[in-house]
């Protein structure tokens, strides 16, 4: 990919490891019915957008949650605990490649994302790794709860290419998820299906001929 000089990265299951399924289990023994139309990789209820673009506060979900659980005693930790199963961590060296990618290519972080999850994900790299943020691995990570605004929709990919002057056509987006490759390739950015466990990482850039 001679032609590419930036690399726009999406986080769950291309960085991050996550748990769909286990995720599923969670809410499922919450008490929330029919758990595979309400909450899947594909596809979800609109709870989830609404938080992941910010419109909805953490308590507000929860109180999503207590409503489709049909269950108001539901604890905010409860909650919490089972939705944040769905994060399980950073596989193999990742934070390594993004290192070394990062000294070839202009690199972006774009996840889709929400407050409880951002709070563990930010615990998790300060007790396991001793940082705070992503700052030392992109130039910019970008989080939908902060833009009003979540993938696949284009305007997200195109907010990323304006704010950073990225040409589309020497700009390539990685991510895990059929839906939102489309909305990239609507942007009119290069793109790559990471078809592989985020422990491949390294095997699959390399494959592609990125590192």
Same mark, same amino acid.
């Given at each position: 990919?001679?032609? $590419?000089?930036?690399?726009?990265?999406? #986080?769950?299951?291309?960085?991050?490891?996550?748990?769909?399924?286990?995720?599923?289990?969670?809410?499922?023994?919450?008490?929330?019915?029919?758990?595979?139309?309400?909450?899947?990789?594909?596809g979800h209820n609109k709870l989830f957008d609404d &938080?992941?673009?910010?419109?909805? *506060? %953490?308590?507000?979900?929860?109180?999503?949650?207590?409503? &489709?659980?049909?269950?108001?005693?539901?604890?905010?930790?409860? $909650?919490?605990?089972?939705?944040?199963?769905?994060?399980? =961590?950073?596989?193999?060296? /990742?934070?390594?490649?993004?290192?070394?990618?990062?000294?070839? #290519?202009?690199?972006?972080?774009?996840?889709n994302n929400n407050k409880i999850h951002y709070d563990?994900?930010?615990?998790?790299?300060?007790?396991? &790794?001793?940082?705070?943020? #992503?700052?030392?691995?992109? !130039?910019?990570? #970008? &989080? *939908?709860?902060?833009?009003?605004?979540?993938? %696949? /929709? +284009?305007?997200?990919? !195109?907010?990323?290419?304006?704010?950073? /002057?990225?040409? %589309?056509?020497?700009?390539?987006?990685?991510?895990?998820? +059929?839906?939102?490759? !489309?909305?990239?390739?609507?942007? =009119?950015?290069?793109?790559?299906?990471?078809?592989?466990? %985020?422990?491949?990482?390294?095997?699959?850039?390399?494959?592609?001929?990125?590192?």
């Amino acid at each position: 990919m001679a032609q $590419i000089k930036n690399v726009i990265f999406d #986080y769950g299951n291309v960085i991050f490891a996550i748990d769909f399924l286990k995720t599923q289990q969670a809410l499922s023994d919450l008490g929330i019915a029919n758990v595979s139309d309400f909450f899947a990789h594909k596809g979800h209820n609109k709870l989830f957008d609404d &938080f992941e673009t910010g419109s909805i *506060s %953490p308590a507000e979900f929860r109180e999503g949650i207590r409503t &489709f659980a049909n269950n108001s005693s539901l604890a905010d930790q409860q $909650i919490d605990d089972a939705w944040n199963s769905l994060l399980i =961590g950073v596989s193999a060296n /990742n934070h390594d490649v993004l290192l070394d990618v990062k000294k070839k #290519y202009r690199t972006f972080l774009l996840s889709n994302n929400n407050k409880i999850h951002y709070d563990w994900i930010i615990a998790y790299l300060q007790k396991d &790794f001793g940082f705070n943020n #992503y700052d030392d691995f992109f !130039e910019k990570a #970008y &989080f *939908s709860q902060d833009t009003t605004m979540r993938k %696949p /929709n +284009p305007a997200i990919f !195109e907010m990323v290419l304006k704010e950073n /002057n990225l040409d %589309p056509q020497e700009t390539l987006f990685i991510d895990d998820s +059929p839906q939102h490759i !489309e909305g990239a390739k609507k942007a =009119g950015l290069h793109t790559l299906l990471m078809d592989v466990h %985020p422990e491949k990482l390294r095997d699959f850039l390399a494959h592609h001929q990125l590192l």
